[in-house]
Each structure stands twice: as C-alpha cells, then as structure tokens.
C-alpha cells in the first residue's frame, strides 16, 4: 500500500518538483519507506509530475522503488494498491516473451499495460490506483479497483490542469486547487452520511468512481466505466453446491491476500465475518496468526469476549486494546483530518487508535468489510421486505409506539424513520432512511431558508443507479455501489493507512462479489435469518455462539457520553458563535434538539454527532483553524 500524487499542466508557475514533494509529503503517512518523484516534459507541451510515497510490502528491496519505468521504455507508473494474482500474470507474460527485472506486482501491471492496453484492467484481482503515463500515446491512463478498495481524487480544469492524489489533502498543495464546499454533497453528507462519488465535499474535486479508469489525453479527460456487478442471471446451483462455491471462492481469497513479505495479520471483532477469516487464515498459516481486537472500559457493549472465543479455539497471538471516552473525543480532531471530511462513524476512532498499536507488530491486516453488503447481513435486508405487511404498514406510525421509541437508541429510531417511508416508491429515499441520521425532511427543515433556498436543490436534483431484478437485489446493490465504497472502505483506508498499515479486504475480491449477485435471493436472506449461506458455510470452522449471536457492531456509547463526559466539548461546538453564524442551520432548532438530548427526552446521538463532525470539519478545513 502507498500514496501517490500526480499532475499534468500547461500553467508555469514556480517550482514544480518542490509542488510534487510537497504533495506527496503531505501524505507520508500513507508510505514512511520511501518517497521519490519524476518531472516529464511530454511532446504535447508543459509538465508532468509523478511522486510516490512507498509502503513496502511486496519486494522490499529498492527494485520496488516508484515511480516506476519499464525496460521498454515506454510507460512509467506510480502505484497504490495490491495485485493478488500477479504471480500467476506474470508467469504468463513471461511465457509470452516479455521480460521482468523486478519481484513486484508493480512491473507486472506495467508489462500488462504494454500488451493489452486499458484492457489489462479486466486481468487484475486485486485492489488498486494506479497511473501510468503512456509516451507512445502521449496520455496519463488513471484506474481504481472494481468495487473501490483504494481512492483516487481527481481535479480537472480545461486548458490548465489534471492533477490526481490518493487523498484530497495532497491536492490542495497544487497551485491551481481551490478548497472550497461543495454545498450539494455537504447536504448529501447530512441525509446519506456520506458523500456521494463522484463528488467530494469539495467543490471541484472529484472522487473517481469505483470499476472506472480515465484517460487524460491533449488536454480532454475521458471517464470509462470498464466494471459493474453486471452478473445478475440467477445461478442454477442447488444450495449446497452455492455453499461449496462460497467456500472455495472465500479460501482462494485469502490464501491470495496471505501473501506478504512483511508480518501480518489479521482485525478480530468477535463477529462472524472476521472471526471466519481468522479461522481460514489459521488453517492456512504454518504458525500462530496474529489478531488484534479494540473494546470499551466498562462497557456492556464490548465483543471482547466473542473474540476471545474465537481467539482461543485457533490459538492466535492476540491483543486487545482499551479505549475510553476520552480517548474518544481527544481523536476526534484527527480522525477528520485523515479523512479530510466530516466523519460518518463513531467506529472510524477505534479502528484509528488499535491501528496505531497493531503497527507495531504487522503492516498488513486481512479484514471483514463487504460481506454485510453483499450477503445480506443488515437487519434492514430482512425487514425492508416486510413493507406490504400490516406491521410494516402500521406499528411505527404508532403515535403510542412512536414517543416510546424517540427515548430508545438510535437503531430504534432509524428502523421507525425506515418504516415511516416502506410506502415510498422511490428505492433510494427507502433505502436511505434504514442508515440515515436525518430523512430528507429532517434536513430541509433544520437548514436555514436562505441555504435551503440557495443549495437544496442541487442535492435533491441528484439521481443515482439502482439495478436488479428483486427489492433484495437492490437494496444489496446500491449498499455495495454507495454505502461501501463512499463510507466504509474510506474510513477503512484512512483510518489504517494514517497508521501506516495495509487493510486487505478478501470479501471483496471480485469473483465473489460477482457470486453473490448470481445467487438467488433466499441463498442470502431467508425469512428473517441473514447471510443464510456464509452463517452455513461458517458451521465448519466456527462455534454456533459466534456464527448466530446478535449483530452488535463497535457500538460507542455517545447518547451517554454527549451527557455527562462529552458534555461541554458538544455545547462548545454546536452553541458557539462560529456555528450559529455560519448561516447552514437554524441555531435555535439546533439548541432545542440538543436540549432535548441533554435532558433525556430524545435521542438524538446519531444527529449530534454528525453536526459535530461537521463543526470540527468546517473550523479546521475551510477556517483552517488550529486544534482547539
């Protein structure tokens, strides 16, 4: 895993190689190794940059060094990610003549580049970003993995410049990048969570889509879509031939991404999808793996336990880190720098903190992420289908139910948002409501008329791609399309790559991610019971204890924290004079939700803490204030 940062302009201006190093260092944390940059004049006129930060974990020797040039001469290439199967590529390219004079993955794709073109996409399994400057063709070809494991932010002006970074930090170091809000996505965040690619809470700066490359070529960018989850014929396999499938596709996935020539391991929360990893990957190491699991100080909600279990049964070389509320809001302030956004998840502080210490024994860790979305595991898979119901009709729009509810956690409360709206037609608003902290109307209601009136339209004029053949399909669909790639695997990448460590995600290898789109609908979700097939293909590696215990997820207790510990550090926030006169909300609706908290009578943890975020966002980001 590293960073990379590049450019290509017509404008003169300064010192372009003192620009590159600083955007490449702006990003040090992504490749401590080493850093190196190249500056090209190109026969179509100007500059381009190419600097890389390096993580070494294929290779160490200095033949990995990037950015790097082929032994033809013709392509040079600057490259974050892992190819899991370049072994077996580069076997092949060898048979066919050509020549390698490094162990990397890196030349393998350069070599897959010279021979098949844009199309060496189609050949990789692996996660990636990667950008190859093409002299013959005189272009910069840009790629990202098919389901969006890696980033790639891009900014493009006309006539003056494309310039592209692993994080968008590292752009706002190049002369011609404005920082400014993109207002539409900054109201996307506040309804979805998230903001939607190919938008960035920046105006002007672009994420590029998961299954897409461009092409930067005279001056015209060019944006190609060279992957979806396009397989959706149902499989004629009987259910236990699809669990058989599973089981081969799941153990290829992470015997390929075991291989590392640095120390590895793997994240252990006690649930199900990374307990099954731990047990594969057991099987599969000649000695100990080495786990590591994050919990609470006196906390009812910890999974230490479960992972202990797991922990246990294989033997693993474990470690278990605590954190407390203070620990919490002390990182607050550089979680959101990491991600250069407000930050969706509570759960985006622990994953930083036992980062930091996993670092210290391994640099690579093999983790869950992906099968909730592809297999069915939210509750919300199961209860969506039950909208036709009487229940599903009435109990939520209960007003005895309803007050009931306002004072339960916040899960409570987004099940009666999702149920108030099972009539809705339109899919995206329904699935939506399931995650989100504030419906569409919570929105528009709590902006200011005159933001409202300026910036509410460009967010609800925004259309997003929903395919499948049933509502299971859907759903499934756009959870891996949107809440996957745009919060998930962010808040994965940035939260172990500030750490310097490689998060490897094998449940999103893509052959089986295109298997669980072919499988029928009751393979996944059967009733009320969810990923039905992985909790079966489970059985033989793990106790039925972990493999059908409820789904907690790292719960943070903030509804009590925002009450007593985290108190003043809220107040000082969303009550100041900063906030209120930044003119997005209606301060006094603002107050009187956070009131309602404070003095228990609402819940309203999820929609504190987003305003949070976006307050500590705002002040540090677009004010470019200090830590206070």
Known sequence: MCGLA??????????????????????????????????????????????????????????????MTSASGKTTIIFNGEIYNYRELRERLTQEGMTFRTGTDTEVILNLYEKFGEDCLRHLNGM????????????IFVARDRLGVRPLFYSYEPGSHFAFASELK?????????????????????????????????DGLRKLEPGHYLIYRQGQLTNVRYWDIERFDKTDMSFEEAQEELDRLLRDSIRL???????????????????????????????????????????????????????DLYRTDHQEFIINSKDFRDTIYKVIHYRDAPASETADIPMLLMSQQAKKKVSVVLTGEGCDELFGGYPKYAF????????????????????????LPYSFRKAKLAYSSLSIQDDVKRYNNWFASFSEDQVGALLSPGFKDAHYPAFSARE??????????????YDTKYWLSDNLLERADRMMMAASIEGRVPFLDYRLAEFAFRLKDSYKVRGMRRKFIVKKAAEKYLPKSIIH?????????????????????????????????????????????LNAHLNGITNHEKEIWMLLNLEIWLRTSIDRRPNL
């Open 6 to 67: 590049g450019f290509h302009t017509r404008v003169p201006r300064g010192d372009y190689a003192e620009v590159l190093a600083s955007m490449i260092e702006e990003i040090h944390h992504r490749g401590p190794d080493s850093d190196h940059l190249e500056l090209i004049e190109p026969p179509s006129g100007g500059v381009i940059g190419l600097g890389h930060k390096r993580l070494s974990i294929i290779d160490l020797s200095d033949n990995g060094i990037q950015p």
């Open 384 to 407: 969506d289908g039950l909208r036709q119901t009487f229940w599903g009709r009435q109990v939520f729009n209960n007003s005895a139910v309803s007050g009931l509810v306002n004072r």
């Open 549 to 593: 215990r409820k789904k907690i997820g790292f719960y943070m207790p903030i509804a009590d924290w925002f009450r007593t510990e985290m108190k003043d550090f809220v107040t000082d926030h969303l009550l100041s004079s900063a906030f209120r006169n930044r003119g997005i909300f209606q301060a006094d609706k603002v107050e009187s939700m």
């Open 257 to 311: 991404r075991m291989i590392s020539d640095v120390p590895f391991g793997a994240y252990l929360s006690g649930g199900l999808d990374s307990s099954l990893i731990v047990a594969i990957m057991s099987q599969m190491s000649g000695q100990p793996v080495k786990t590591f699991s994050v919990g609470l100080e006196n906390s009812r909600y910890n999974e230490l336990g479960y992972a202990k279990v797991v922990s």
């Open 170 to 202: 590292s752009l706002f170091l190049f002369p011609s990048v404005i920082r400014s809000i993109n207002y539409g996505a900054l109201i996307g965040y506040m309804r979805n969570r998230y903001a939607s690619y190919p938008d960035t809470v920046y």
């Open 464 to 477: 997003f791609e929903i395919r499948g053949h049933s509502n299971l399909d859907r759903m499934l669909y």
């Open 128 to 139: 990636f970003a990667f950008a190859i400057y093409d002299r013959d063709k005189d272009q």
